[in-house]
């Protein structure tokens, strides 16, 4: 059987001032400023350095026991999708903490934590590199944006063909992904 995930989690990363700001990703509910957290972002639009560890903290109650959770990172290069070596595809199940950020392995109905940590990659390209190194550094400025995606299995959506209110699961697009 063929594994089919379902987005749980979809986070674009803009911080401000100490606080984390995201981008709603299409058919799925708006994360609070105080559900995200990226490290090394006090000011402004953050840029993500090249060689420094990023640090996510993103903070969410489920409705079900967790089985199975995938991290899917990308980084968005003036429209060109590249994967996040060594994190796209890896568990995060690992990563999951509680709000005295002491490891669990459970958080069905608890206020949780998935916190991790991974190095901003030096083979991305910088700007004069995106830029084909035509224009001054201070006028190069290439759209880089962070997507990270959390997804479950469908299996453990089971649930959602049964429930007729929707508005009781925190992401009702996913019933509509499971049920199809």
């Known amino acids: 059987m063929a594994k089919i995930t ?50 996510v903290i993103l903070k969410f109650t489920p409705d079900r026991d967790i089985k199975s959770l995938t991290t899917n990172v990308e980084a968005n290069i003036n429209g060109l999708q590249i994967p996040w070596i060594g994190i796209d595809g890896a568990s995060a199940c690992s990563n999951i903490y509680d709000e005295n950020d002491q490891k669990i392995e459970e958080c069905e109905g608890e206020k949780c934590q998935l916190m991790c940590k991974f190095e901003n990659l030096k083979l991305l390209p910088g700007t004069e590199e995106v830029n084909d190194g035509k224009c001054r550094k201070v006028r190069c400025n290439a759209d880089f944006s962070l997507v990270i995606k959390y997804c479950l299995p469908t299996s453990t959506f089971d649930k959602c063909k049964k429930v007729k209110d929707t508005s009781k699961i925190p992401f009702p697009e996913c019933c509509d992904v499971c049920t199809s």
Not at 23 to 45: A, H, P, T
């Open 6 to 55: 379902v987005l749980l989690l979809c986070v674009t990363f803009i911080a401000v001032n100490a606080q984390t700001h995201t981008k709603q990703c299409r058919g799925f509910r708006k994360l609070n400023n105080d559900e995200v957290s990226l490290s090394n972002c006090q000011k402004g639009i953050c840029k993500l350095k090249r060689g420094r560890p990023v640090e």
